[in-house]
């Protein structure tokens, strides 16, 4: 897999991985999150999950979702329809 830079406290996840994900051109991922129709939540792990990230996107009906180490290293990333339960939960 590939990385996700850090930001300070945050991180930065490329158009080009959200637009794989979503299915969209990298432009309209952009577009999506200016607009808000794409959002984004950051949970940080804890106890056993300590030193993981959880990076969830939501919008166009799907869900993607990366978690990812201290450094940004995509650990494992999963993508699915909007209400179904997640495969892979921090």
Do not use: Q
């Not at 996840?13 to 990298?26: G, N, P, Q």
């Not at 129709?37 to 990076?55: H, M, P, Q, Y």
């Amino acid at each position: 897999m590939t990385r996700i830079e850090r930001d300070g406290a945050g991180f930065v996840v490329s158009a080009a991985l959200l637009a794989e994900a979503f299915k969209m051109t990298e432009e309209d991922v952009r577009l999506a999150m200016r607009e808000g129709t794409i959002t984004s939540r950051c949970e940080a792990g804890d106890g056993a999950d300590a030193g993981r990230w959880r990076l969830t996107f939501r919008g166009a009906g799907r869900v993607c979702r990366f978690t990812v180490d201290a450094s940004g290293a995509i650990l494992s990333k999963s993508t699915f329809p909007a209400g179904a339960k997640p495969r892979n939960p921090l």
